[in-house]
């Protein structure tokens, strides 16, 4: 016969290791503020060096912008220098006693060329406003010129050239608009 016999623990266990649960352990309260600490303490350093690193490369960025801006003045001015020069010679052409005022009147044309030249070289372009409609994101009027001969809204004579560069406008022309004639 058989007996069911309770069973014996230690008869299960033999032959086998006993289990080894590792036991879960519980930081105490001043364990975790320590673990905290170092945690926000890294965490500060990390932001301090993000932080450095971004104001490096501002820092970078202002100084190339600075040689950027250096640089293109530095090609502006060589290629202004000869306009300079060329007034230069036509005053002292003037001054040495030149009797023939068109003398003068060349040098500075040869001069204005220069300038035009030099300019148009980086983008620079007159705005054509004579005989045109009034535009006034191109144009400013000064004045309404009562015609009969030159259509109302056109532009009568300018005054002062406006200038592009690209296709912002960098000064507007100041024009004469023609208006209605008077009625008698």
Same mark, same amino acid.
């Given at each position: 016969?058989?007996?069911?016999?309770?069973?014996d623990?230690?008869?299960?266990?033999?032959?086998?290791?006993?289990?080894?649960?590792?036991?879960?352990e519980?930081?105490t309260?001043?364990?975790?503020?320590?673990?905290?600490?170092?945690?926000?303490?890294?965490?500060?350093?990390q932001?301090?060096?993000?932080?450095?690193?971004?104001?490096?490369?501002?820092?970078?960025?202002?100084?190339?912008?600075d040689?950027?801006?250096?640089?293109?003045?530095?090609?502006?001015?060589?290629?202004?220098?000869?306009?300079?020069?060329?007034?230069?010679?036509?005053?002292?052409?003037?001054?040495?006693?030149?009797?023939d005022?068109?003398?003068l009147?060349?040098?500075?044309?040869?001069?204005?060329?220069?300038?035009?030249?030099?300019?148009?070289?980086?983008?620079?372009?007159?705005?054509?406003?004579?005989?045109?409609?009034?535009d006034?994101? @191109? +144009?400013e009027? #000064?004045? %309404?010129?009562?015609?009969? =001969?030159? !259509?109302?809204?056109?532009?009568?004579?300018?005054?002062?050239?406006?200038?592009?560069?690209?296709?912002?406008?960098v @000064? +507007?022309?100041? #024009?004469? %608009?023609?208006?209605?004639? =008077?009625? !008698?």
């Open positions: 016969m058989n007996e069911t016999r309770p069973e623990p230690k008869a299960r266990n033999e032959g086998q290791q006993p289990s080894q649960e590792k036991a879960v519980i930081p309260h001043e364990q975790e503020m320590v673990r905290l600490r170092e945690e926000r303490d890294q965490l500060e350093q932001l301090q060096r993000q932080l450095a690193d971004a104001a490096n490369v501002r820092r970078r960025q202002r100084q190339e912008m040689d950027q801006k250096r640089r293109v003045v530095e090609g502006l001015t060589q290629e202004l220098l000869p306009a300079l020069d060329s007034f230069g010679m036509a005053l002292a052409a003037f001054d040495a006693g030149s009797s005022p068109k003398v009147v060349e040098g500075v044309r040869m001069t204005r060329m220069l300038l035009n030249s030099a300019l148009e070289r980086h983008g620079l372009q007159e705005i054509n406003a004579e005989g045109q409609a009034f006034p994101l @191109r +144009h009027a #000064v004045a %309404v010129e009562p015609s009969s =001969a030159i !259509a109302e809204g056109q532009i009568v004579r300018v005054l002062q050239v406006g200038y592009l560069l690209g296709d912002r406008v @000064r +507007h022309a100041r #024009v004469i %608009v023609a208006g209605p004639t =008077a009625k !008698a």
